[in-house]
């Protein structure tokens, strides 16, 4: 069954799974999502007229589950369930106050590959960062123990409310370190429980250096953009002492590893791109490259193979 036919017979089973209740006066509506990194994502909602009275629940998900032998029945029911339990729909932009005087201090970034989101940025103005990388705004609508709120800024939306793309980013700039702390922990310590500390809170350089570090915001989500926050890349540099490799482990944390762990860098690329291709989910996938951050010129670089030397070289050395 291919996913078209898979959606409709999904619609017909999830209607007869749900409660009178829930069926009368609503309809079941499906759209299509375009997401980061270009993903498309398909999910079912119901509404009362023009109104959404559920969560939007993505299907897809249920879709590999059916193609791995689980029964329409058994998922829709799933589905169902989900629909019963909510309390409200997932907050809409347009329910909310989204004049700039409302949305100025709730300004903060996420990070992305320009190859990957061509799509996605057609309507999505963003801030290139170098190195194939860039920034775009999100509106950071609540954060708390059921998981954050945003939505990501359109141009539609600045077409809407007036905004200005200048502004949009000049105060997104202002607002990171406040809305989104930097977070920068010694990876061995903080899987083992041992510490959880923040390296970039301490005073002064760090007496004993680990080999990696992870590095994302206080929140964990779309993390990796700390390392584009202003002047984070060479407080970084100055709390290790040294210049150091960045390893894109998913678009929530980037992986800092000082140039002295002894890693080679064609090593690390290979690291980067198995993980991307058996771990981390697509959806998550920030960029197959691996960065280093020189100490004495202060500047962040992309590692390219170089054909003739069959290794890997900064483009600042090139």
Not at 171 to 197: C, K, T, W, Y
């Amino acid at each position: 069954m291919n996913k078209q036919e898979f959606w409709g017979k999904a619609m017909d089973e999830l209607l007869e799974q749900l409660p009178e209740d829930m069926r009368k006066g609503t309809i079941l509506a499906m759209n299509t999502v375009l997401k980061c990194n270009d993903i498309e994502l398909h999910g079912v909602s119901l509404k009362k007229g023009d109104e959404d009275i559920s969560p939007n629940i993505y299907l897809d998900s249920f879709y590999e589950r059916f193609e791995n032998g689980e029964s329409m029945k058994e998922l829709m029911q799933e589905v169902a369930g989900v629909f019963k339990e909510a309390k409200r729909p997932e907050i809409k932009p347009n329910e909310l106050p989204l004049d700039y005087s409302s949305i100025k201090n709730k300004l903060t970034f996420r990070l992305l590959e320009l190859k990957r989101n061509r799509m996605y940025l057609v309507n999505t103005p963003y801030m290139p960062v170098g190195n194939g990388l860039a920034l775009v705004c999100d509106i950071k609508l609540r954060s708390g123990e059921d998981g954050e709120w945003r939505t990501t800024i359109t141009k539609d939306m600045m077409e809407k409310y007036g905004y200005d793309k200048r502004e949009l980013f000049f105060d997104a700039l202002s607002n990171v370190r406040s809305i989104d702390p930097p977070v920068m922990m010694d990876m061995e310590q903080n899987m083992f429980g041992i510490s959880h500390s923040n390296v970039l809170d301490t005073e002064g350089p760090l007496y004993e250096r680990s080999n990696m570090y992870v590095l994302s915001n206080a929140s964990g989500v779309l993390g990796a953009s700390a390392l584009f926050y202003p002047e984070i890349q060479e407080q970084i540099s100055e709390k290790i002492g040294e210049g150091y490799y960045v390893l894109p482990s998913s678009l929530h944390e980037v992986i800092v590893v000082p140039e002295s762990a002894g890693f080679d860098a064609g090593q690390l690329t290979d690291m980067v791109k198995d993980a991307n291709s058996s771990v981390v989910a697509p959806k998550d996938v920030l960029s197959d490259s691996v960065y280093h951050f020189d100490m004495g010129e202060r500047k962040l670089e992309i590692m390219q193979m170089a054909p003739e030397l069959g290794s890997r070289v900064s483009e600042a050395g090139r």
